[in-house]
């Protein structure tokens, strides 16, 4: 877009597009670009804690008659060496004054047990020996995302990605009721229902934040925008992973996650919402009040007779800007439909295969914080892989190549014996690098693939398909029962399935952003 400068002040020519002339990278975009991504730091926040909450504990079981003063969780010598199980089984002597092997009379199922720490929820709930209900915290928590994702994109078109996002920010505070529940299997159903619960209102602020984003900066800057909200999520994993560090009790740091939320109420005085979103849903109004603000920040000026053109335009040509998307219409469009379904499984591998690598990263050798950390951290170079290649390749080959490495990486891992403890941790971080690069890649092009009309319902549809891989990812662990290595077998499988889709699209690098189904369909 030309502009012509007289006297430092910005004119602008009736030709020029309203939705270019906002877009771009001055004082404005930026100011609201770091609002945006408070709530996804916020976010992602909410969505990990309960890697930390529903954590796996050391713990045995409990003999009251045999057990000494601070007993730890270590094998106890009277403890019968043909009753491996120390976890679920109770032994029962005939004598409990001497607790010897020789008087050993049976066993049966434990009742109660001796853990190695309060800070998670498995010995307040007496999950002991219910591996199962335990990870079903995170597969219940993954529902409740899969549940938002459509949910807030639908009130983002509806209602405006503003709202959108202020109403998830103050829904943090319902994290803040698990803190309330009381303890054994009555809280642990309480904490479950509030779990998905706190899932539902929350986490589509992800893809609420990165469409307001994207419509804000312009064509040229998002990718920047994308890794904006890649980095953010790791940001938000890092504080995360140095509050348990410190206040390792589960009920205080869901309490400190939850705080933020009522910072979110300034957000109806500072944000703004997107003038894409304005025009398309015919607030010509608004849109200009908001054009007057944005001029204002970034030192420009529109013309009297710009705006009264702009406005006549709005007013009586409203078959683009005021297009309602319906779900007769994508069907309408097999390319369009085709694309959606495409979409859906790049999303569903990059969250199936991030969360269960994250999920996985505590079980490393070593320090669960630390690898913890080290997994977050390495998002960041694969974000910062996606700006570089994204603008200069392209999205297919960024995707496709992403896919691939993480493939290779995953699938080989299983091969790497346990005791090659340093190369099973590069291994890990690199395949966590290439994933985080697709996951921002994903955002990027799966936004430029649908029309503004229903980019917030669509890309928050493929998110939600995405969510089915989060509700899978906690489940992984169990599969190592069978074989150590199918977890990260199946992750590779899932990669490689996803980069050969990436053939089945049309490339999107410095193209327009189509507004309707016709300019989304004309791409292909």
């Known amino acids: 877009m030309e502009m012509k400068k007289v006297n430092n002040i910005v004119k602008v020519s009736i030709e020029e597009d309203l939705v270019e002339l906002v877009s771009g990278f001055g004082r404005f975009q930026i100011w609201q670009c770091l609002l945006a991504i408070i709530p996804v730091i916020c976010t992602a926040l909410s969505n990990t804690n309960f890697v930390f909450a529903a954590a796996a504990i050391n713990y045995r079981c409990a003999v009251p008659p045999c057990e000494v003063t601070n007993a730890t969780v270590a094998t106890p010598d009277w403890w019968p060496t043909n009753v491996s199980d120390v976890r679920c089984s109770r032994p029962v002597y005939s004598d409990n004054s001497t607790c010897s092997s020789s008087d050993l009379d049976h066993v049966e199922p434990c009742d109660r047990w001796i853990y190695d720490t309060r800070d998670s929820i498995v010995n307040e709930f007496d999950l002991a020996c219910h591996e199962w209900k335990r990870t079903l915290v995170g597969t219940i ?37 698990k803190t309330l ?61 140095l509050i348990v560090w410190n206040i390792p009790y589960w009920r205080h740091f869901l309490l400190i996650v939850s705080c933020p939320a009522p910072l979110f109420l300034a957000y109806t005085y500072f944000l703004e ?48 800007a005021t297009e309602k998307f319906n779900i007769k219409l994508l069907f309408s469009s097999p390319a369009l439909l085709k694309r959606v379904i495409v979409c859906s499984w790049w999303w569903f591998t990059a969250a199936f295969v991030y969360y269960g690598l994250m999920i996985s990263s505590v079980g490393l050798p070593g320090n669960k914080y630390t690898n913890f950390a080290l997994s977050s951290l390495a998002t960041i170079p694969g974000d910062v892989i996606a700006v570089i290649t994204l603008d200069r390749v ?18 080989s891992s299983g091969f790497i ?25 994903v955002y990027v092009y799966t ?19 995405a969510r089915v891989g989060t509700v899978l990812a906690p489940l992984t662990p169990l599969l ?43 791409m292909s």
């Not at 994109?153 to 803040?176: M, N, P, Q, V």
């Not at 029309?451 to 549809?461: D, E, H, I, K, N």
């Not at 074989?483 to 050969?500: D, E, H, N, V, Y």
């Open 417 to 441: 014996p346990q005791e090659y403890t340093t190369a099973s941790i590069a291994i890990f971080l690199i395949g966590k690098m290439s994933i985080s690069a697709c996951f921002n890649a």
């Open 181 to 241: 529940v009381g303890t054994g299997h009555s809280a642990y159903l309480t904490y479950t229902i509030i779990e998905f619960f706190e899932a539902v209102l929350v986490t589509g602020t992800y893809t609420t934040c990165f469409v307001l984003i994207v419509e804000l900066i312009g064509s040229d800057k998002r990718t920047i925008g994308s890794a904006a909200v890649g980095i953010s999520v790791a940001v938000g994993e890092l504080i995360l992973n």
């Open 480 to 522: 190592s029962e069978w074989w150590r290595s199918l977890p990260t077998a199946l992750f590779g499988c899932a990669s490689l399935a996803a980069a050969a889709l990436t053939l089945a699209t049309p490339e999107t690098l410095r193209r327009r952003l189509p507004d309707t189904v016709a300019e989304a369909t004309a």
């Open 447 to 465: 936004s430029e693939l649908v029309p503004t009309s229903a980019r917030g319902s669509l890309v928050g549809t493929c998110s939600m398909l």
């Open 141 to 177: 928590h993954n529902l409740g995302v899969l549940v938002s994702m459509p949910l807030m994109g639908y009130l983002s078109d509806r209602w405006g990605r503003r709202k959108a996002i202020i109403l998830s920010g103050l829904c943090l505070a319902t994290g803040a009721l």
């Open 273 to 320: 919402e997107s003038m894409r979103w304005l025009l398309t849903n015919g607030k010509n109004e608004e849109a200009l009040i908001l054009l007057h603000r944005i001029a204002s920040w970034n030192h420009f000026a529109v013309s009297d007779e710009a705006i009264d053109e702009i406005t006549k335009e709005s007013k009586g040509a409203q078959n683009i």
């Open 394 to 411: 392209g999205r297919k080959k960024t995707l496709l190549g992403g896919f691939v490495f993480c493939g290779v990486c995953c699938v």
